[in-house]
């Protein structure tokens, strides 16, 4: 099946500091990459949507200049949160759709649990 | 408003027994519905899709139903062990590669 890799997996920083997760997909291209956030006993919550050599597409609420997405290559998206506070403690996750038309399901990474003291 | 429900937030059953989860949904038209199975500090894991056009799909012990007028879909874990224990996510697809997830239910299989 389809491989999402998500790196870190944990991380813990000072506020006022960026971290930056990467989400790669492993044996598939993906032209499309969805970033989320998840709070304790809470569903995904859909922050962007990162495309493949353009801008991406934040939901409603979400800073983009808070949590700067790239999406440089057919299997790589970054998400890097600037200036790091203790409320954007949280677990992130990401999920990649195949390039090449599938059956609609995501693939999802592990998860990064990212922690601001 | 737009909404998609999970019926409980936990839901204890015995081994053996069958396990039957559900979302509702309202506001919402989509095309297709999926079941992801999510263990504590991991990523969802696709299980299965259901189209719009479908009443029902199987995968081994597992079985989705799907109905557009109730706007709700069932899904059935029979013959349930322990190693099912997991939180379940419910999502609607939304087009354009977006889903909505559901909160998600908690299933423990007691032995």
């Known amino acids: 099946g389809a491989v999402v890799s998500q790196h870190p997996s944990r991380v813990i920083c000072k506020s006022g500091t960026s971290v930056k997760i990467e989400c790669r997909s492993l044996?598939?291209?993906?032209?499309?990459m969805f970033w989320y956030r998840q709070f304790p006993k809470k569903s995904l919550m859909l922050m962007a949507t990162?495309?493949?050599?353009?801008?991406?597409?934040?939901e409603q609420g979400v800073e983009k200049d808070k949590f700067l997405i790239n999406h440089a290559s057919l299997t790589l998206s970054t998400l890097t949160v600037t200036s790091a506070h203790p409320e954007d403690s949280s677990f992130y996750i990401c999920s990649a759709r195949p390039r090449q038309a599938g059956t609609g399901e995501l693939f999802f990474g592990e998860g990064s649990r990212l922690t601001v003291l | 408003s737009q909404k998609i429900e999970q019926n409980s937030e936990a839901l204890n059953i015995q081994e053996g027994k069958t396990a039957t989860l559900t979302c509702n949904y309202t506001?919402?038209?989509?095309?297709?519905l999926q079941w992801y199975r999510q263990d504590p500090g991991r990523g969802p894991v696709f299980l299965l899709l259901i189209r719009e056009n479908e009443k029902e799909k199987r995968k081994e012990r597992l079985k989705v139903t799907f109905d557009t007028t109730l706007k709700q879909s069932l899904f059935h874990i029979t013959a349930s062990q322990p190693a099912d224990s997991a939180t379940y996510l419910c999502?609607?697809?939304?087009?354009?590669?977006?889903?909505?997830f559901g909160d998600g239910t908690t299933l423990t299989v007691k032995p």
């Open positions: 044996d598939f291209q993906a032209t499309t």
């Open positions: 506001n919402y038209s989509p095309a297709y």
């Open positions: 990162s495309n493949e050599g353009s801008k991406a597409t934040y």
């Open positions: 999502a609607l697809a939304l087009g354009a590669g977006k889903s909505t």
